[in-house]
């Protein structure tokens, strides 16, 4: 069993996306920009957005995070947006999700310029990436993509089974794997027999927010295991969707959480910022 460590391949991004800064900074005196619009007080996403901002100070973005009370408007959001939109120092919007009951969250999500788009959710990139085309993709499948590149995982003619059909994870990781020539298939929360999927797969995606949902007698020997599940129990720790204990001794590889995937998302989101800087340059 080998652990796929996101932590230590996220920073060998990070430090690759910095150097690339420097130079269009010299070359192009342009610095890569990102817009966070942050709605409500979730203390999850309040955590995310600050790693988000810290990661852009690292590489040397500039940020700028709109922190929102949840009593706003979806018009006043749609006006920030637009604003940011029309900035020409912002290279990437992102909206950090879930936003509350009162907003429409794929009305936002089509507000956003899909040139500034770096989370990949506008239906413009959502299609671009169906049919294969160049696009911005959603930061932790992207990631997840490059976990199997970096460990050379070939991914042709395998069977992917992944867990959870969500628009943020599952279905752009879906579209990842099929445009990469493996066998997909998507499972979600009516299957009715979800072993029966994942016990035949070569390699299993989960992202659901079950702790310990992968259980041992519903992976294969030797199957690759991918964790994007992050949740905190009531003791504070930090658990997957997979049992890691009972399923890493049947692996051949797995990510841990944390230091797995999570890592990875921050990084991906760095990656498309600076390609969207590079497309303004
Ligand atoms: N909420 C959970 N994951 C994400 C993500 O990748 N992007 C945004 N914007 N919100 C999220």
Redesign the pocket.
């Known amino acids: 069993m080998q652990l796929i460590d996101g932590k230590s391949l996220a920073a060998k991004v990070q430090q690759n996306v910095a150097e690339e800064v420097e130079q269009l900074k010299q070359e192009k005196n342009i610095v890569p920009g990102l817009a966070v619009i942050l709605v409500g007080d979730d203390p999850a996403?309040h955590a995310?957005v600050k790693m988000k901002a810290k990661a852009c100070e690292k590489v040397g973005f500039y940020s700028i995070t709109h922190n929102m009370p949840d009593t706003i408007s979806q018009d006043e959001i749609i006006e920030i947006i637009e604003m940011m939109n029309n900035n020409p120092h912002i290279d990437g919007i992102?909206?950090?999700?879930?936003l509350p009951k009162h907003i429409d969250t794929d009305k936002i999500l089509e507000v956003i310029d899909p040139r500034k788009d770096v989370?990949g959710?506008h239906p413009y990139n959502v299609g671009r990436l169906v049919t294969k085309l160049d696009s911005f993709v959603?930061?932790?499948p992207l990631g997840v993509m490059k976990m199997f590149e970096a460990y050379d995982i070939d991914l042709k003619g395998k069977d992917v089974c992944v867990v959870g059909a969500s628009n943020?994870v599952g279905k752009p990781m879906a579209s990842l794997l099929l445009n990469a020539d493996a066998t997909v298939t998507v499972t979600h929360i009516h299957t009715k027999d979800l072993s029966a999927h994942t016990s035949k797969a070569d390699i299993i995606v989960v992202g659901v927010g079950v702790p310990g949902l992968i259980k041992a007698d519903m992976v294969k020997e030797g199957a690759i295991v991918i964790d994007i599940g992050i949740n905190k129990l009531d003791d504070g720790r930090l658990v997957g969707d997979v049992a890691f204990d009972e399923v890493a001794p049947k692996c051949s590889y797995i990510t841990p959480v944390p230091g797995g995937v999570g890592p990875m998302?921050i990084a991906m989101l760095l990656s498309n910022t600076l390609k969207s800087a590079k497309q303004r340059a």
């Open positions: 996403s995310y992102l909206v950090q999700l879930p989370d959710f959603a930061c932790t943020i998302t």
